[in-house]
């Protein structure tokens, strides 16, 4: 539900009048015109939710069917993740945006509950407010990016133009694309197009580097390196290291080639064709493999079948277990969470059994099997 439907539906009208008080707002007025008033009068609305008394946020969280239990920071972020309360990710930013440091540091998982599309760069302003430990939820969202020329372009920006921790934490998390992605490609792109200003920042990028000794960045220190020490006054010349990393591949390839108009042709296709037939073979038992876990994923999907039609209750326990065990994908504990609340509000058993059937296979392998396993 929307904050507006949750304001409607948990808290009292006593508990929103509470709350205008603390504004300093007018307490008149029916429900419906309390709620229009908090919303104006908050910036962003989402700060409603931490002038809500906790008993407030542990009833919908019981509500819910989450745990209630914790300080008032945690109540939010769970309410959040669990979607008792939906938010888009410019409500997100906005309500991270208006914190302190201190108070980012204990709701910065609510960034893992965001879609960066079009928001990257907003979201990756948020390091001035972050430590080395939030670093990895960074991680993941950089990870999940659709687009990595414009996530590289947003970081090196950061590193030339951030103060303090920011460029440290910029340049760990552009070496974590690199190991990610496997090449220095587009991050060495990025930083040869604001070379300049990489250059003109050296001294306050040195500095932040000294701050956080434990975070490591070695291709990142060796292509600013590489900038300060005047190795690359050429531009172009930055990109050698990315063109090294195709340049023996097209190397061989030539060699190829060329070694098809030579006499020693007939040879040279002997060798292709021997080596096509050990391609065929191997395609041939990884299909085989294949058939064989197709064939495994079609027994374990009966089985489960199967307990839905006995009891769909049981096996909506059971995914409710799923739903906490960080063994499953995040994005898929939130589906399923969400698929329960859907499914306890059936009262058919019928339309149970045909939900949970058709919700399950959704889940993909992972979840069939490990759902076996508790069954």
Known sequence: MDLRDFLEAFPTVDDLKDVLFMLEEPRGGTKEVLISRILTAITPPMGILLLLRNDTLQDALRWAGVSPSGRKSELVVRL??????????????????SMSKTEFNEYHRLLLCTELAGQLQRAMLLLSKASASHLCVFAKLNRSAQKPNQTAKVLVAMLSRGSGDTPAFAAWLLEDMIEAAHTLYPVSSEIENQSDELMARQRRIRASFAGNPNLNHPAIDSLLGRIWSGEFSQKSSLLKDVREEVRSGTKRMEEAVHSLHEPTQARTLDEVRIRAARIDSRMENVQQG?????DQLVAVRLIVEKHIEESPEKVADALGKLSQ?????????RKIRKDLRRFWVLTDRLQKVEFLGRAVITYGPAVLAALKGLL
Do not use: G
Not at 290 to 294: E, G, K, L, S, Y
């Open 80 to 97: 959040i993740e669990s979607e008792v309360v939906t938010a888009s990710t410019d409500e997100i930013l906005a309500f991270l945006d």
């Open 290 to 294: 294949i058939r064989t876990i197709q």
């Open 325 to 333: 065990t960080k063994d499953v994908k995040w994005t898929t504990r």
